[in-house]
Structures are given as C-alpha cells and as structure tokens.
C-alpha cells in the first residue's frame, strides 16, 4: 500500500547513470530535485511515483555558465544559488528576483529551477513567467535516446505534457543574452511562504524616443498555468515608459484573462490586481532605465 513504506530513491553521480536508473526503475519512475513540490504530494491527494531518481549529485546539473552571448543554468541549480548568481546582471534580473523572491530561505536553498519548470500543476511557480518573458529554451535528455538531447523553447515545453516524465530528465535551461532589462512583481497575499497571489514578469526593449520596441510580458498564477500577456506586449508598443499609462493599458486588457479561485484569493481578485503589478514592474524599469 502506497504511503507505508517511503519509495526507493536512487542517487546516481552522472546523467546516464540517472538515465539508466530511471529506465530500470520501470514506469512511473520520476526525478527527484529539491522535493519541495513532491514532499506536498498528499496534501494535493496525490500518489508519489513507485520510485525516484535524485540529481542532487549530479555535478554538471548543478552548473551555471554565464557567457557574453548565453547562460547555461543546470536543471538541479537551486533558487538560492540562482539568486546569488544572476543578481550582477540586468538582463537577467526577472530571473534572478523570481528565484530570491520564491517561497522562504529554507525553500530556496532546496528548491530547483528545473523541478520549477517540472512541477506540472503549479501554477504559482515564480521562475516561469521570469523563464517566459526572457525567451529560455530548455534542454532534455531521455532515457530512450541516452546519447543526445533536445531544446524546446519554454513556451512549447510547458504546452507539451509529454516534455517530462517517460524517463525525461530536463538537464539545461538555456537563456540568450538580449542587452533588455527585465522584472519580476509578485503579490503575496499575507506573508513570506505564501503562494503568490499574481506575478508579472516582463523584459522591455526602449528605443532612443524613450518608446518601447519589444516587450516579452508573462503573467502567472492567475490562470491555471503561467503565460505570455501578448495583448498588453502589442499595446504597449510605442508607449513610453508611464507606469499609470501602461497601467490602464492593462486594466483594459485584464478581462483577457480568466482568474483561478484558490486558498490564497478569489479569479476576480488575481485579475484585479494585475494592473497594479503591471505598473510597478514598469516603474521599476523606468527607474533603472
Ligand atoms: C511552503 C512552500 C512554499 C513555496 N512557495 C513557492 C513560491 O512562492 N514560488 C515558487 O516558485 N516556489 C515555491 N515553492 C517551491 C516549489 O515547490 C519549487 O519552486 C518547485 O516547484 C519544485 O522544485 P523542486 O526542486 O523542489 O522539485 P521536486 O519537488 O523535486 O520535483 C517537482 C516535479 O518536477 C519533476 N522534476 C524535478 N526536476 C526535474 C528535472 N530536472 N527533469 C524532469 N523532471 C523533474 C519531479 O519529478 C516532480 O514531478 C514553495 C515550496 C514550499 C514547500
């Protein structure tokens, strides 16, 4: 019976040994990265896997690679090592606020930026909509086919539910490096911990006008699942830089999205908010432009 005896957890040192162990450990078998999401597996009444494999030990997972042109960033870095990381680049800085930002210090010291992306049903996840509006492409090996791996860009890897599972194991979220700045604006509703109540990330390309030119502009846990806000990145165009103008752009816009109820606040409430958040991601990018 399951939840008697705790499922077997195999630590192996390099990717094909997880490869391998996760084909050997038969189907249903999962990864296993900071166990944030899977330790919470009862309170979403749901079963755990019939066994796990763990990356944690796995040394070319836990890299990060920064370069002129990309970042490399292993799937078993965690949100705390992230932080650390990116916060020197303005870029990056979506990316690295998401990861300083998640849940509390003993979360993010555990949590993964792969088991973020992995974590199927999350839709508070704080890495995603950072991984969305700075264009991430994530790479994966599978059991099946040990010697290579594929990318997929972000946005098709969250539509596909058969990226993950099936012995997959999401190795490298690879980001280029665009020169625009970027943001990350989460509403918790209470307290440090919480699950957000909305989160807006958004990277902005200004031209020498002071108008924007390209905005890439995710939204996340308001809907069930992260996703581009591509009405408000069209409108936008052209725009300066007003927080309280490209605000009202969103509260015209926010009936595009259809809010989820959850424990932390009612749909209404996650849609109300939205631009209120739009606007202080905005002024934040006006004030270090
Ligand atoms: C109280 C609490 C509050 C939290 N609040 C937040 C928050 O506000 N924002 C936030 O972003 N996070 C929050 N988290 C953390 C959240 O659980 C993690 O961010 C993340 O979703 C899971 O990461 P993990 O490394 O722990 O993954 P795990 O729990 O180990 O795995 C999650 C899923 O992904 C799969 N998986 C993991 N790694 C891979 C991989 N490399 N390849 C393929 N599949 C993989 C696993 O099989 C599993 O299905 C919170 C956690 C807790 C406990």
Redesign the pocket.
């Known amino acids: 019976m399951q939840g008697l005896a705790p499922p077997p957890v195999a630590v192996p040192r390099t990717l094909p040994e997880a490869l391998a162990a996760l084909s050997a450990a038969g189907d249903g078998a999962?990864?296993?990265?900071?166990?944030?999401?899977?330790?919470?597996a009862p309170i979403r009444h749901e079963a755990h896997?019939p066994a796990y494999v763990a990356?944690g030990r796995i040394a070319e997972?836990r890299r990060i690679d920064v370069a002129d042109d990309e970042v490399a960033i292993g799937?078993?870095v965690t949100?705390a090592e992230l932080a650390k990381a990116l916060s020197p680049f303005s870029d990056l800085a979506a990316l690295a606020a998401a990861a300083a930002g998640?849940?509390?210090p003993a979360?993010r010291n555990?949590?993964?930026i792969?088991?973020?992306l992995?974590?199927?049903g999350?839709p508070?996840?704080?890495?995603v909509p950072a991984l969305l509006c700075l264009d991430a492409v994530v790479e994966i090996a599978e059991a099946a086919a040990p010697a290579g791996s594929r990318r997929l860009p972000v946005e098709a890897f969250l539509a596909d539910p058969a990226a993950?599972g099936g012995g997959?194991?999401?190795?490298r979220i690879v980001l280029k490096r665009s020169g625009l700045r970027s943001v990350h604006v989460r509403l918790p509703l209470r307290k440090a911990?919480?699950?957000?109540v909305a989160i807006v990330s958004a990277a902005i390309g200004v031209g020498g006008g002071g108008r924007v030119e390209s905005a890439r502009i995710a939204v996340g846990s308001v809907e069930a699942a992260p996703r581009r806000w591509t009405g408000l990145e069209g409108a936008i165009n052209g725009e300066r830089l007003d927080p309280a103008r490209i605000a009202a752009l969103a509260a015209s816009l926010a009936p595009e999205f259809s809010g989820r109820d959850g424990v932390e606040a009612p749909g209404w409430y996650r849609v109300r908010v939205l631009p209120t958040l739009v606007g202080r991601a905005i002024a934040a990018l006006a004030a270090a432009a």
């Open positions: 999962a990864p296993l990265a900071g166990g944030t999401w899977i330790m919470r896997a990356l997972l799937a078993a949100h998640s849940a509390n979360v555990a949590a993964t792969g088991g973020n992995c974590a199927r999350f508070a996840a704080d890495l993950t997959r194991i999401v190795t911990g919480d699950y957000p």
